[in-house]
């Protein structure tokens, strides 16, 4: 789950990490009035979505005046920014973040990632901040350290000078840096995040560290048990159909093809992608309705799939485990006939009782195709798509 920049902040503020003044405004006005409050001789105008990339793509202006602000306002405000980090449609913006500007001496990059690889935490670092740290980290990646931190023993001062001699911080600014790398790894581990990205980081012309953007992602899993992290979930800035997902228990991802996928079992709706694309289709969706699967489940898997116009064709890839072949394939024929279905479907059933659940899929005089092996069943409907 991701938060916007300002939610990111207030935790921030919480953990003894220095983030600038800044207020929270959904209207011109409103923008003009936190401006106002905040005083100083210029602020920043930034969007609040779901990505990255926000400079580059206009979403971060710079406001001179209160004019200025008013201005920019207006022209964010309700319409959808495009980065390099969303699709072509973008995401909403509806509200903005009005902070004062601090002179930038010098831009700087900090992160706490779970590496599930090495199962540890890692801090990792790079004086090269700022919006081309993607570039950074491609050409010049011995500019970038990473620190791991054991489990066990948390995170050691030892490492926060590690991190500070990298970074060329001075003086105070050890410190400085040991607070806000503590005020990560605390803020990681109290709300089970999975990553915290500070880009830039800033040295002011003071001399002081301050956090400057802020993203925070956590873990779907855990969010559950901390309803002030779900109580932030934007749902206007992810997918509609993914949203509508979750209400009913299904797994969906919103892909690019023309053959709609429903599967049980994430490994097996991979498999099933994988097998469709190198038979030349291309999956429209990941869909894992799960283990329990039943007549309501299956018939709203099939009204998610259907809602994308692009779809021309259905696969069904079904092992029948705790519920029966036979069970399934008449929750399949109960939600076509409900939700009337008009593409084709191939259904490929494999498990307990199989042969009675192909059985009441053939001779139905719906538009169905049953399939004995998975092969079989995405060469054919890479077909029926094509022909579609």
């Known amino acids: 789950m991701n938060i916007h920049e300002y939610q990111a902040k207030q935790l921030f ?6 983030v600038p003044d800044g207020q929270l405004a959904t209207s011109p ?18 969007a609040q979505v779901h990505a990255g990339g926000r400079g580059k793509a206009g979403g971060v202006k710079l406001a001179k005046n209160l004019s200025d602000v008013a201005t920019f306002s207006r022209e964010l ?22 902070e004062k500007i601090y002179p930038i001496k010098r831009e700087l990059y900090l992160s706490l990632v779970l590496d599930r690889a090495t199962e540890r935490l890692i801090f990792i670092a790079s004086a090269a901040g700022g919006m081309e740290i993607e570039t950074v980290a491609h050409d010049t990646p011995e500019k970038i350290i990473s620190v791991p931190i054991h489990p066990a023993a948390g995170l050691q001062g030892f490492q926060c000078r590690k991190v500070a001699y990298a970074l060329g911080l001075q003086g105070t600014q050890h410190k400085a ?5 503590q005020g990560m790894y605390d803020l990681l581990i109290d709300k089970d995040a ?52 979750q209400k009913f228990g299904l797994n969906y ?34 869909l ?20 994308d116009n692009s779809v021309k064709a259905v696969l069904v890839n079904i092992f029948g485990g705790i ?64 022909a579609a």
């Open 177 to 181: 840096i040991t607070r806000i790398m």
């Open 13 to 18: 503020r919480a953990y003894g990490i220095p």
């Open 253 to 286: 991802i919103t892909l690019e093809g023309n053959i709609g996928c429903m599967v049980n079992g994430a490994g097996l709706a991979m498999a099933t992608m994988d097998l469709v694309k190198l038979k030349g289709g291309l999956p429209a969706n990941f």
């Open 323 to 386: 519920v029966k072949c036979d069970v399934i394939a008449s929750g399949i024929l109960a939600a076509i006939e409900q939700i009337h279905v008009t593409v084709p479907v191939v259904v490929r059933l494999e498990g307990t009782n199989v042969e009675q659940g192909r059985a009441l899929l053939s001779n139905t005089g719906l538009n169905i195709f049953a399939a004995e092996d998975l092969a079989q069943a995405a060469e054919h409907v890479v077909k029926l798509a094509e």
């Open 194 to 245: 999975s990553q915290i990205e500070i880009n830039p980081l800033i040295e002011t012309d003071t001399g002081d560290l301050l956090v400057l953007d802020a993203k925070i992602n956590f873990d779907d899993n855990a969010v559950a048990i901390h309803p002030d992290i779900l109580a932030m979930k934007d749902p206007a800035q992810e997918d509609d159909k993914e949203n509508e997902a």
């Open 29 to 46: 006005e409103q923008a003009s009035e936190s401006a106002i409050q905040l005083g100083g001789d210029g602020w920043v105008v930034k």
């Open 77 to 98: 405000l309700g319409t959808r920014l495009v980065t390099i980090q969303t699709d072509d449609k973008g995401l909403p913006i509806h509200s903005l973040l009005i």
């Open 288 to 307: 894992d309705v799960g283990g329990g699967t039943n007549v309501e489940k299956v018939c709203e898997a099939f009204k998610l799939i259907l809602s």
